[in-house]
T-cell receptor
């Protein structure tokens, strides 16, 4: 089975800190995605990547950046964490270039205090 | 732009009751439609999909029919079980958006014994 592993299940950070959320997939998928999940808002796309060193903005990229130096790893970076970034963050991957189904990680619940 | 609207939750049912979760969408062209399920503490999993009008997706007793005339993709199950308790997400993918999905708000379903 394809696995998407997010490095932390729960994370607590202070306002202004630089935060790294890591995501690793083990099945050579080309596409990787970062979503945030908030009650009543569903999943909103932050950034995605179709290839190594490639990134594209999603619907809510402000306050975030990403890095994809290796095919299997897609990192989400909060340059200066703020309380409104408290959320559940979900990473997903899929085989590209045509859609073939997402595999999601279990999520990282980030609290910014 | 693209959007997906789900019925407001949460939904609470007794075991063996009939389930309907409404989903309508806004998109040009002929998007593909999906239902994802998120069990407690887990990532999202693909439940079923339909890629063209009048297609019916089905899995684990759940069904949804792609209705282009009403731009809907309602999820149904004839007899729910306690193990169906989860959050259900409707999603769409436009033909021209690569692998990118747009999700609805999610509907929390609780099934009581």
């Amino acid at each position: 089975d394809v696995k998407v592993t997010q490095s932390s299940r729960y994370l607590v950070k202070r306002t202004g800190e630089k935060v790294f959320l890591e995501c690793v997939q083990d099945m050579d998928h080309e596409n990787m995605f970062w979503y945030r999940q908030d009650p009543g808002l569903g999943l909103r796309l932050i950034y995605f990547s179709y290839d190594v060193k490639m990134k594209e903005k999603g619907d809510i990229p402000e306050g975030y950046s990403v890095s994809r130096e290796k095919k299997e790893r897609f990192s989400l970076i909060l340059e200066s964490a703020s309380t409104n970034q408290t959320s559940m963050y979900l990473c997903a991957s899929s085989v590209g270039p045509r859609y073939s189904g997402y595999t999601f990680g279990s999520g990282t619940r980030l609290t910014v205090v | 732009g693209n959007s997906v609207t789900q019925m407001e939750g949460p939904v609470t049912l007794s075991e063996e009751a009939f389930l309907t979760i409404n989903c309508t969408y806004t998109a040009t062209g002929y998007p593909s439609l999906f239902w994802y399920v998120q069990y407690p503490g887990e990532g999202l999993q693909l439940l079923l999909k339909a890629t063209k009008a009048d297609d019916k997706g089905s899995n684990k007793g759940f069904e949804a029919t792609y209705r282009k005339e009403t731009t809907s993709f309602h999820l149904e199950k004839g007899s729910v079980q306690v193990s169906d308790s989860a959050v259900y997400f409707c999603a769409l993918k436009k033909e021209t958006s690569g692998s990118r999905l747009t999700f609805g708000e999610g509907t929390q379903l609780t099934v009581n014994p």
